[in-house]
């Protein structure tokens, strides 16, 4: 099939995103698909030849992407492109997606998660992996999950919606209940999330999360120990445990080898695990996500879950949870990224309104 692997983008994801879609591409043309590598943001401005014969460029367009220890600088990756113009799809992107036979995302944050790249690909009618616009939207906002989650009855830690400015972060810094969690509500990749230790750290958090919306989330911190859980197709995935050499699971522990100590399967007991993966499953259907995605959890004290969240277009670097989980339950890393695309294509065919068959 030809397949473009869609990563990059403008958001503070981008690098994990072109390390997970350069790894997605490679396996895919392992596979012996045509694949594509294409930044959504940058697209093809650097491509000359016929659109139809750059799903047989040399290595699929890959480079050689790699994480940097901090978010990147989207300001300079703004002034790179050569149009320097306000669309955050670049050139040719659309066509070229619109000439494959499925687009993989391999997007992260804002305009991959949130659901607008999906809901622009529905409109075009271009087929792509993973879950529709509105799943992912609703997924992408920890606002409408833990809503949901509480609606639900899914376990979740305490939490408020906090809207402040600037000459509130002073008072909130000392009213706020302590140890909590100050979060971005669309933030990914540990980004724009805050564990302060101390109220000087809440107060420099508080600050810090001005730049990102003019909401927080402030939840109650379970102290425990960190379980994530994959979901793939209609069933969960061995859970694995991350310990942070840091004592946190940010952004650099999650992507910077030695950063964290992973565990898969968790060292968890087969009832823990069936409840884990059980609350995952629900989660993601609750949000009517699709084909793949992945549940944080705390595990407390008392062997009690908490979810915190869901993702709908888990990493798939080679740091990354989601291929270790699918090797433990006996999926290697090409067979995991096929599997995403069959279980896509079936889902597209099961929405069409006519007849459709998958390659």
């Not at 999360?209 to 994530?228: K, N």
């Given at each position: 099939?030809?397949?473009?692997?869609?990563?990059?983008?403008?958001?503070?994801?981008?690098?994990?995103?072109?390390?997970?879609?350069?790894?997605?591409?490679?396996?895919?043309?392992?596979?012996?698909?045509?694949?594509?590598?294409?930044?959504?943001?940058?697209?093809?401005?650097?491509?000359?030849?016929?659109?139809?014969?750059?799903?047989?460029?040399?290595?699929?367009?890959?480079?050689?992407?790699?994480?940097?220890?901090?978010?990147?600088?989207?300001?300079?990756?703004?002034?790179?492109?050569?149009?320097?113009?306000?669309?955050?799809?670049?050139?040719?992107?659309?066509?070229?997606?619109?000439?494959?036979?499925?687009?993989?995302?391999?997007?992260?944050?804002?305009?991959?998660?949130?659901?607008?790249?999906?809901?622009?690909?529905?409109?075009?009618?271009?087929?792509?992996?993973?879950?529709?616009?509105?799943?992912?939207?609703?997924?992408?906002?920890?606002?409408?999950?833990?809503?949901?989650?509480?609606?639900?009855?899914?376990?979740?830690?305490?939490?408020?919606?906090?809207?402040?400015?600037?000459?509130?972060?002073?008072?909130?810094?000392?009213?706020?209940?302590?140890?909590?969690?100050?979060?971005?509500?669309?933030?990914?990749?540990s980004i724009g999330v805050?564990?302060?230790?101390?109220?000087?750290?809440?107060?420099?958090?508080?600050?810090?999360?001005?730049?990102?919306?003019?909401?927080?989330?402030?939840?109650?911190?379970?102290?425990?120990r960190d379980i994530f859980?994959?979901?793939?197709?209609?069933?969960?995935?061995?859970?694995?445990?991350?310990?942070?050499?840091?004592?946190?699971?940010?952004?650099?522990?999650?992507?910077?080898?030695?950063?964290?100590?992973?565990?898969?399967?968790?060292?968890?007991?087969?009832?823990?695990?069936?409840?884990?993966?059980?609350?995952?499953l629900n989660l993601h259907?609750?949000?009517?996500?699709?084909?793949?995605?992945?549940?944080?959890?705390?595990?407390?004290?008392?062997?009690?879950?908490?979810?915190?969240?869901?993702?709908?277009?888990?990493?798939?670097?080679?740091?990354?949870?989601?291929?270790?989980?699918?090797?433990?339950?006996?999926?290697?890393?090409?067979?995991?990224?096929?599997?995403?695309?069959?279980?896509?294509?079936?889902?597209?065919?099961?929405?069409?309104?006519?007849?459709?068959?998958?390659?």
């Amino acid at each position: 099939m030809k397949i473009v692997v869609l990563a990059g983008g403008l958001s503070q994801e981008r690098e994990v995103s072109l390390v997970t879609g350069t790894a997605v591409c490679r396996a895919l043309r392992k596979g012996g698909h045509r694949a594509v590598l294409v930044d959504l943001f940058l697209g093809l401005e650097d491509y000359d030849g016929p659109l139809e014969a750059v799903f047989d460029a040399p290595d699929g367009r890959c480079g050689n992407a790699a994480i940097k220890t901090t978010a990147p600088d989207l300001e300079a990756v703004r002034r790179s492109r050569r149009d320097r113009g306000p669309s955050l799809i670049g050139k040719d992107v659309l066509n070229v997606c619109a000439l494959a036979d499925i687009v993989f995302v391999g997007l992260h944050g804002e305009s991959g998660e949130d659901g607008r790249i999906q809901a622009t690909l529905d409109l075009l009618g271009i087929p792509y992996t993973g879950s529709g616009h509105l799943s992912s939207a609703m997924a992408m906002d920890k606002i409408v999950t833990k809503r949901l989650m509480d609606a639900a009855g899914i376990r979740t830690p305490r939490w408020r919606l906090l809207e402040y400015g600037e000459a509130e972060v002073e008072a909130l810094s000392e009213e706020l209940p302590m140890p909590c969690v100050v979060k971005t509500p669309g933030g990914g990749s540990s980004i724009g999330v805050y564990m302060p230790e101390t109220r000087e750290e809440l107060k420099a958090a508080l600050r810090d999360l001005l730049h990102f919306d003019g909401q927080i989330i402030v939840e109650e911190r379970i102290v425990g120990r960190d379980i994530f859980t994959g979901i793939l197709g209609d069933r969960w995935l061995p859970s694995v445990e991350v310990i942070s050499a840091k004592g946190k699971f940010d952004y650099e522990a999650k992507y910077q080898s030695g950063g964290a100590l992973e565990l898969c399967p968790a060292n968890i007991t087969g009832e823990q695990q069936e409840e884990i993966g059980e609350m995952a499953l629900n989660l993601h259907r609750l949000l009517g996500l699709s084909v793949y995605s992945r549940a944080d959890f705390v595990l407390d004290g008392d062997g009690v879950p908490w979810c915190l969240e869901i993702n709908s277009l888990p990493g798939l670097t080679s740091a990354s949870l989601m291929p270790k989980e699918a090797a433990a339950a006996g999926l290697n890393y090409e067979e995991l990224c096929e599997e995403i695309v069959q279980l896509s294509l079936r889902r597209t065919c099961q929405h069409a309104a006519n007849d459709c068959q998958g390659d």
